[in-house]
């Protein structure tokens, strides 16, 4: 991973808390903390509006490339609002990179073991995280050695092993 390098997969828009990022990276400058905010994905509304302001916006990009954004990412950030599932989460652990995301995104991030899960809409508590785990390598390493683990559990077979036992 890059130092630094905090990344964000998903549609651009009010609904993925793109717009809380924003706040939270215009923050971290403003504390005067180092770092890159990449965002990876189609808009749904556009980047030129002042609320996205702060991350640099990718747009839609090929699969192959957004698996190389997981590797040069040192933080997965997505502060939705509302999510069924995060399936990216699971693509970011699985790369061992920790998450910090919200309550909202039915998430398999525990709060303080492969991530942290922050309030919605709090831009300047996801800045304090995002700012904790940029200065704190070791918790980060830890962290996302436990995200990796634990996406190994996620898989498949798992999964149908799973769904047999609640269907039976």
């Known amino acids: 991973p890059e130092p630094g390098r905090l990344l964000f997969v998903g549609q651009v828009g009010l609904r993925k808390g793109s717009h809380v990022l924003a706040a939270a990276c215009r923050e971290l400058r403003?504390?005067?903390c180092r770092f890159e905010c990449v965002v990876a994905g189609p808009p749904i509304s556009s980047f030129e509006h002042s609320i996205f302001a702060g991350p640099t916006y990718l747009g839609q990009v090929p699969r192959n490339q957004v698996q190389?954004?997981?590797r040069r990412a040192e933080l997965f950030v997505l502060p939705t609002l509302a999510d069924s599932f995060g399936l990216v989460h699971l693509e970011?652990?699985?790369c061992g990179v920790?998450?910090?995301?919200t309550p909202h995104?039915?998430?398999?991030?525990?709060?303080g073991v492969e991530g942290?899960?922050?309030?919605?809409?709090n831009f300047r508590t996801l800045a304090d995280r995002i700012e904790q785990l940029l200065e704190d390598r070791p918790m980060r390493e830890r962290m996302g050695l436990a995200a990796r683990a634990r996406a190994s559990k996620f898989t498949w077979r798992h999964y149908g092993e799973?769904?047999?036992e609640v269907l039976d």
């Open 98 to 101: 920790p998450v910090i995301t």
């Open 116 to 121: 942290f899960i922050v309030p919605i809409r």
């Open 162 to 164: 799973r769904l047999t």
């Open 68 to 70: 190389k954004e997981f």
């Open 30 to 32: 403003r504390r005067g």
């Open 92 to 94: 970011a652990m699985a």
């Open 105 to 111: 995104c039915g998430s398999v991030v525990r709060d």
